[in-house]
């Protein structure tokens, strides 16, 4: 199931720039950037514990107190990007509950994948 709505993203994002609002680009700017982090982190812990032989406790501890700080950074993230969208009376970026992990986490990886493949071919 999908998390993330390309149509309110889209959305917020053309009514925040029709008002010129830079702080408000900045807030979208950096809950993406928590969104990228998380997946970030998750993507390098896996591929770390998947080419050690065998991964210690403290290789596991550090991994996972890494992720659970980025999840718990785009799970705010989440609920301040969906408030923004309110005040722009916009439909919710977010259409999971935050209250389950797991549907933040598939958010994140949703949109990050939309912004690599939608992404700008500038040179």
């Not at 408000?24 to 390098?44: C, G, K, T």
Request: glycine share 2%; hydrophobic share 40%; with cysteine.
């Amino acid at each position: 199931m999908a998390y993330f709505s390309q149509a309110a993203y889209e959305t917020l994002l053309q009514k925040v720039r029709a008002a010129d609002a830079a702080d408000d680009l900045q807030i979208i700017r950096d809950a993406s950037d928590d969104f990228m982090q998380y997946v970030r982190v998750v993507s390098e812990g896996e591929s770390r514990l998947n080419t050690t032989v065998s991964p210690d406790r403290s290789m596991v501890g550090d991994y996972d107190a890494k992720r659970h700080n980025a999840h718990e950074n785009a799970i705010s993230s989440v609920s301040v990007l969906n408030r923004l969208a309110a005040m722009y009376e916009t439909d919710p970026v977010y259409t999971g509950d935050t209250a389950e992990r797991h549907q933040v986490a598939s958010f994140c990886l949703e949109l990050v994948s939309f912004l690599f493949v939608n992404r700008r071919k500038v040179l």
